[in-house]
């Protein structure tokens, strides 16, 4: 049986993401947020985007680009606090913000990755992060319920991929990716090298390519990804 080469143009891979889809954007700050993605995304031009990633990066870097442009609906997170054109979206109104715990959020996009549809947890019980989500009681104490997050759309940042979609990630880039990439309907990963098959071990590969729908190389990295230089 020959694999698939899922291999493909950023502008070709990105040209499949509709107004009003959800997308998924991988990364912890800078470490493994797919930018040259992103900036895609932004020249594509689809609008009325949920978003669901780890953090708004900061002015001028990553998904503010997204933000910006005017093109996100609704962000799913954990903080603003680095972004003050984020947070000034919020506060007039032009963005809507959910806010989550962040192992609450890793872990309902871990949940949508594994088909399951919710998860029950304590965090949050009695606060703000509780008003309008329904509790349940489970041995004698509250819990919340938080469903399940799942995506139409996953971008994902890779240090190296090959043309089947298997991804190798390095350092702290490997943080909320590994999740998304099993959440969404249609994975898109930018990675820093594409081999050909067999270049990489099977123990390496930390996203197996049945996961990933299009790879695209990115070759010399932009100064936004300076801090994950190596």
Avoid at 155 to 181: C, E, K, Q, W
């Amino acid at each position: 049986m020959k694999l698939s080469d899922k291999r493909c143009s950023i502008q070709d891979a990105i040209s499949a993401i509709k107004d009003n889809d959800t997308v998924m954007v991988g990364g912890f700050g800078v470490p493994g947020t797919p930018i040259a993605l992103i900036h895609a995304l932004v020249a594509h031009g689809a609008r009325n985007l949920t978003l669901i990633k780890n953090d708004a990066n900061e002015p001028g870097m990553g998904i503010d680009h997204l933000l910006q442009s005017g093109q996100v609906a609704r962000l799913i997170t954990t903080h603003l606090g680095l972004n003050s054109g984020a947070i000034a979206l919020m506060n007039s109104g032009r963005l809507e913000v959910e806010f989550n715990a962040q192992g609450i959020l890793a872990e309902r996009i871990r949940a949508g990755g594994a088909g399951i549809k919710a998860i029950l947890s304590d965090i949050g019980v009695g606060t703000e992060l509780a008003d309008g989500k329904q509790v349940v009681e489970l041995q004698g104490k509250p819990y919340l319920v938080e469903p399940a997050l799942r995506a139409d759309v996953a971008l994902i940042h890779a240090d190296r991929a090959d043309s089947f979609g298997n991804l190798a990630y390095v350092a702290t880039a490997r943080n909320f990716n590994p999740l998304m990439a099993m959440a969404a309907d249609r994975v898109i990963a930018e990675a820093e090298r594409v081999l050909p098959l067999g270049q990489f071990d099977a123990d390496e590969v930390h996203t197996p390519g049945v996961f990933v729908d299009h790879v695209t190389e990115l070759g010399e990295l932009s100064e936004e990804y300076a801090v994950v230089r190596r």
